[in-house]
C-alpha cells in the first residue's frame, strides 16, 4: 500500500494510506484524547462510531474541524491537534456532555476508572457552562449480573458494537433519537428476559458507569460476620494473575499466595481453590469424551459429537438461546464453579458434619456471569444455592481494601486441604485452549495407559479467534476446535451445523476474548488488549510451576473418588456433577 | 420469546405477503428500512411480533430493528386509526405555530401524540418536515395535505371525517 506523508502539528509522518489521523498522530508521539473511540484490533473490535467528537482536530483548508478517529490522512494534509479552536471546540463537546451527565462521581461503581471523569481532568474542566435539559429519567435495569443506568450512558455505542459485531449477541442497540437516544435491549425488556448471555464484556468496554456488576461485596461481608456460618471461598484460576493489577503490580504478575493470605485475614474459614473443582471438571469431561470417542469408533452413528465444553456460563447461555437445535452436543458436566459449590456443600459439609444450609459459599471469579449461573434453579438443592454469592475479581480488590488490607505486605500462604488442592491443568482452564489442554492431558493417558512424554500441547494455546489442530493419540487422530469469543465461537458452531467438514471431535468455547483471562469481571484493561497476554504468560507459568500437572493425579481428587463419588460418571458423580440444558427463548 | 413479548401471533396471510417482498429483495443486506415500510403499508403498524418476524427473516438482532422503529418518527408501534392526522413539527411548520395547531388537536382530540382514539377512528402523530414548507404549518389527514393551518381551523378539518 502506498504512503501518505502529512504533518501533524508541524511534525513530518509517513504512514500508510487508510491511516486514521488519530493513529498517525500516535506514531509521532501526539496522544489525542479520545472518548468513544475503542481500537482492540486483536479482538476484531473496532468502535469508530466518531460518536462524541472530543477527538476533533484542525485540518489547514478546512473549514470543519474533523473527528481524530475517523478521518483518513490524505498526502500534504497538515492537521493541528492543539490550537485555541481545538481546545475550545473539545472543551466545549465536553462540556456539553457532562451537562447531560449525572455528577455523582463520588459514588459512582465506576469511580477512579471513569475515562470520562479522566477526560475532564485532562481538558481541565472546571465548570459546566452550559445548563438546560437533563436526562435522568431511565429506570435501572437489574439483572444478577448487571446492572444498567443508562442516565449515565454516554451513547459511545462501545457496549452495541461489542455486543453486535464481537460476541454477535445482538441484546443491545441503539434505541429513539435526539435527547431520548439511549443503549437499550429490544422493546426495552430488561436484561434478563434478552438474549444478553451476561458476559460483561460491554461492562468491560463501558467507559462510564452506564453499566456495571452487580456487586456482592456487601453481603460478602455479612456472611463473614455472621457467627453461625461456615464461610467458603474459592477462587478462579484467572483471578490470581490479574488481581495484583488492582494493587500497582504489573499485568501478569502472579500473586496466589498473597490473596490467599488476604482472604484468610478477611475471615473465610476455609479458603479453597476452583481449580480443584477444574480437576473435577476434567475427571467427568474427559471421561465423556472418552466415552463418546469409544462408541464412535466403535461404529456407532449417533453419538454426539463434537462434544463441546461447558465450563463458561455465558457460552452455555449463548447456545440455549441461540442455537438450541445443538443442545446435545455440549458435555453434560457442570461448570466448576457449581462443581465446587455442590461438593463443598455435600463431600465437604458431611466431613466437617453441618448442615449444607450452615454453609455459605463464595465464588471469586473473572466473570459476571457467573453471577447469574449460581442463581440458576438447577443450582439449588431445596432453594439452597450450591453457590450462595459470587464476587468478580474487581470486588475482591475492593474488599481487600476495606478490610484495610494492602495485597503487598501480605506474606505468601498456602489454600487449605483438600478442596483447595491442584495441578497445573485446573490453573491452565484461566485461558483460551486451556480446558481442552487439560482434558487432552488427561484423555491421552486414559486411553494410550501410557504417560505424556511432553506435557504442554503448544498448538492449542494462543490468541487466535478460532485455531484448530491434530492431536495423535496413538494411531487415532483427535481433532480439536477452539474458539473463544462468541462471534468465533458463533462461526464455528455455524460450521458444526453445517455437517463439521473438519470432522472436529472435541471444542472449547469461552464467551470473552482470551478466555476467562479477560473476563467481565477482571480489573479494566482500558484498552490495552497487551494485559491479557501478560495474563495469559502467567497462567502458563504458574502451571509449569505446579509439582502436579495433570488433574487425575490431583490427591485430593482421588480421594474424593475413592471415599465419596465412586467412579467418574458414576451414579453419586453424575448426581453431583452434571447438569442439563434447555432451550431458553429470548428477545 | 418470553410470553411478555408474544402477545398476539401474526395474520398467516398478512405475513405471506411480507415474506413474498422479502424474498424477491435482491439481497437482504441494507434492507431493513425498505422492509419496515413494506411491513407497515400490510400491517397497518409494527408490533413486536412484525420485529421479530423480520429480525429473523433479514438475520439481524431484534434489538436492530426495535432501534431503526424507535429511531424514526414514521414508524409505529401502534395501531393507527382510521384518519391518521400527522402535524409536521419541521422547523418551518413550528415557527408558524405547529404547536399550538398540535396542542388544539390534541384537545379536540383527548388524544397524546401517538395515541388513537378509543373508537379507533383518529390517531395523532407528529413528524418531522413533508417537503411543503411554503405551506406551513401543515397538516396531514391520511393523504390529504391541509396548509397554512390555524387552531381555528382545527374543528372543521375534523368535521370533514365525523
New interface residues.
Given amino acids: 500500500m502506498p504512503n501518505i506523508t502529512l504533518t501533524i502539528d508541524g511534525k513530518r509522518v509517513e504512514v500508510p494510506k487508510g491511516t486514521t489521523i488519530l493513529e498517525a498522530a500516535k506514531k509521532i508521539g501526539l496522544f489525542i484524547p479520545t472518548l468513544c473511540h475503542l481500537d482492540l484490533h486483536d479482538i476484531k473490535m473496532v468502535n469508530q462510531t466518531a460518536s462524541c467528537r472530543i477527538c476533533v482536530v484542525e485540518i489547514e483548508g478546512n473549514r470543519r474541524l474533523m473527528p481524530a478517529c475517523a478521518t483518513p490522512v490524505q498526502e500534504g494534509m497538515k492537521v493541528r491537534t492543539n490550537s485555541v479552536r481545538v481546545l475550545n471546540a473539545r472543551k466545549t463537546v465536553m462540556e456539553l456532555i457532562l451537562s447531560d451527565h449525572p455528577k455523582d462521581c463520588l459514588i459512582c461503581s465506576k469511580s477512579g476508572e471513569c475515562e470520562l471523569q479522566d477526560l475532564a481532568e485532562i481538558l481541565g474542566i472546571r465548570e459546566v457552562r452550559i445548563t438546560g435539559r437533563s436526562q435522568s429519567v431511565y429506570k435501572k435495569d437489574y439483572s444478577p449480573s448487571i446492572i444498567r443506568n443508562m442516565d449515565k450512558c454516554i451513547m459511545c455505542r462501545r457496549c452495541e458494537t461489542m455486543c453486535n459485531d464481537v460476541q454477535t449477541v445482538g441484546a443491545l442497540s441503539g434505541i429513539n433519537r435526539g435527547f431520548d437516544a439511549v443503549v437499550a435491549t429490544a422493546f426495552e425488556v430488561p436484561l434478563e428476559e434478552s438474549v444478553c448471555t451476561h458476559c460483561g464484556q460491554c461492562v468491560a468496554v463501558c467507559p462510564v458507569g452506564a453499566l456495571a456488576e452487580k456487586d456482592n461485596v456487601w453481603a460478602v461481608v455479612e456472611a463473614l460476620a455472621d457467627p453461625d456460618k461456615v464461610v467458603v471461598v474459592q477462587t478462579a484460576p484467572a483471578v490470581r494473575v490479574a488481581l495484583g493489577e488492582e494493587f500497582g503490580y504489573e499485568p501478569g504478575t502472579i500473586v496466589t499466595g498473597k490473596m490467599v493470605a488476604a482472604l484468610r485475614r478477611l475471615g473465610f474459614d476455609y479458603v479453597f481453590d476452583t481449580d480443584f473443582a477444574a480437576d473435577l471438571t476434567i475427571m467427568e469431561e474427559a471421561s465423556e469424551v472418552l466415552d463418546r470417542l469409544q462408541r464412535y469408533l466403535s461404529g456407532d452413528t449417533t453419538v454426539p459429537l463434537p462434544i463441546l465444553t461447558s465450563c463458561c456460563p455465558a457460552w452455555v447461555n449463548f447456545i440455549e438461546s441461540q442455537f438450541p437445535e445443538l443442545l446435545d452436543i455440549p458435555s453434560s458436566a457442570k461448570s466448576p464453579q457449581q462443581m465446587f459449590g455442590s461438593i463443598a456443600k455435600s463431600y465437604y459439609a458431611e466431613k466437617l458434619g453441618i448442615p449444607r444450609e450452615k454453609m455459605v459459599v463464595i465464588s471469586v471469579m473473572p466473570c459476571l456471569a457467573k453471577k447469574q449461573e449460581a442463581s440458576r434453579e438447577e443450582f439449588q438443592v431445596d432453594g439452597n444455592p450450591d453457590v450462595d454469592l459470587s464476587i468478580s475479581t474487581r470486588e475482591l480488590a475492593h474488599l481487600i481494601k476495606q478490610a484495610n488490607l494492602d495485597l503487598r505486605e501480605l506474606q505468601e500462604e498456602e489454600f487449605d486441604y483438600p478442596l483447595g488442592m491442584s495441578t497445573g491443568a485446573g490453573v491452565i482452564f484461566g485461558t483460551t485452549g486451556g480446558v481442552i489442554e487439560a482434558a487432552t492431558r488427561t484423555a491421552y493417558e486414559w486411553l494410550t495407559g501410557r504417560e505424556l512424554e511432553t506435557i504442554d500441547f503448544e498448538q492449542l494455546r494462543g490468541m487466535d479467534g478460532i485455531r484448530v489442530a491434530t492431536v495423535p493419540i496413538d494411531d487415532f487422530e483427535l481433532n480439536i476446535g477452539i474458539a473463544h469469543g462468541l462471534g468465533n465461537a458463533r462461526a464455528l458452531l455455524e460450521e458444526i451445523e453445517a455437517g463439521n467438514p473438519r470432522n472436529l471431535h472435541a471444542i472449547e468455547i469461552m464467551a470473552c476474548p482470551g478466555g476467562c483471562i479477560g473476563g467481565g469481571g477482571q480489573p479494566y484493561h482500558h484498552g490495552n488488549i497487551e494485559i491479557l497476554k501478560k495474563r495469559a504468560a502467567a497462567i502458563y507459568k504458574e502451571d509449569r510451576n505446579k509439582p502436579i500437572r495433570k488433574s487425575h493425579e490431583n490427591p485430593a481428587i482421588q480421594e474424593l473418588y475413592e471415599t465419596y463419588l465412586g467412579k467418574p460418571m458414576g451414579e453419586k458423580a453424575h448426581a453431583l456433577l452434571h447438569t442439563t440444558y434447555s432451550e431458553k427463548q429470548k428477545v | ?2 410470553s ?2 408474544v402477545s398476539q401471533t401474526l395474520d398467516p396471510s398478512k405475513c405471506k405477503q411480507l415474506d413474498q417482498f422479502i424474498d424477491q429483495l435482491p439481497s437482504k443486506k441494507g434492507e431493513l428500512i425498505a422492509v419496515l415500510h413494506k411491513a407497515q403499508e400490510i400491517f397497518g403498524y409494527l408490533p ?1 411480533e412484525v ?2 418476524h423480520i ?1 429473523k427473516r433479514l438475520e ?8 431503526v422503529v ?2 424514526y418518527s414514521f414508524f409505529s408501534m401502534e395501531p393507527k386509526g382510521e384518519h391518521p392526522i400527522s402535524i409536521c413539527m419541521g422547523t418551518a411548520c413550528y415557527v408558524r405555530g405547529a404547536e399550538k395547531v398540535l396542542n388544539e388537536f390534541k384537545k379536540e382530540l383527548n388524544l397524546e401524540v401517538g395515541e388513537t382514539t378509543p373508537d379507533g377512528k383518529f390517531s395523532l402523530l407528529s413528524l418531522r418536515c413533508v417537503g411543503a414548507c411554503g405551506l406551513a404549518p401543515v397538516v396531514m389527514v391520511g393523504e390529504k395535505v391541509y396548509g397554512r393551518v390555524t387552531p381555528e381551523m382545527v374543528k372543521d378539518i375534523l368535521k370533514e371525517y365525523q
Avoid: I
Fill in positions: 420469546m418470553s411478555s413479548v413486536k420485529q421479530q429480525a439481524v438482532p431484534v434489538a436492530k430493528v426495535y432501534g424507535s429511531f
